[in-house]
């Protein structure tokens, strides 16, 4: 991306006091160089993504993962102890759950007394995609 160079407005003929960052968005070429840099990463890490495997692409040679796990733990999301996640499954209407994910009306396959699948091909087509990409 080249650099814009913004005139000084109150610079003075015959002085070279432009400066060498675009002064309208970052306080400093540093501040340019590394938002530039992060991006590059950022950029780079979508556009291998897609060729990842197992939820971890290679960037610049180094492996990085993006899995459930690995997010989390840099978010430090805290982990639900099992019996949080039995009150909130108790708590939850589970038919709601597939009405708000499914673009037709569909039910839960029950297991052990619990709603434990539905029939996928009724999800919206977002909500494929989005489960797709985490079975990958």
């Known amino acids: 991306m080249p650099i814009k160079v913004m005139a ?3 610079e003075n003929k ?3 006091s432009t400066p060498e960052y675009k002064s309208d968005e970052f306080v400093s070429k540093a501040a340019e160089n590394r938002y530039n840099d992060a991006l590059t990463l950022v ?3 979508y556009a291998n993504g897609a ?3 197992g ?3 290679t960037i610049r040679g180094k492996t990085v993962k993006f899995d459930a ?3 989390n733990q840099h978010l430090q999301t805290p982990r639900p102890t099992v019996d949080q996640l039995a009150m909130y499954i108790a708590q939850s209407d589970m038919q709601e759950v597939v009405r708000t994910i499914c673009y037709q009306e569909c039910q839960w396959s029950m ?3 619990m709603e434990s699948s539905f029939d996928s091909r009724y999800l919206e087509k977002h909500m494929k995609i989005e489960i797709t990409s ?3």
Do not use: C, D, L, V
Request: charge should be positive; avoid cysteine; hydrophobic fraction near 20%.
């Open 111 to 113: 297991a052990n007394g």
């Open 14 to 16: 015959g002085s070279s």
């Open 55 to 57: 939820n971890k692409t």
């Open 69 to 71: 796990k690995t997010i």
């Open 43 to 45: 950029r780079e890490f």
């Open 51 to 53: 060729f990842g495997k």
């Open 134 to 136: 985490h079975h990958m």
């Open 8 to 10: 000084n407005k109150n």
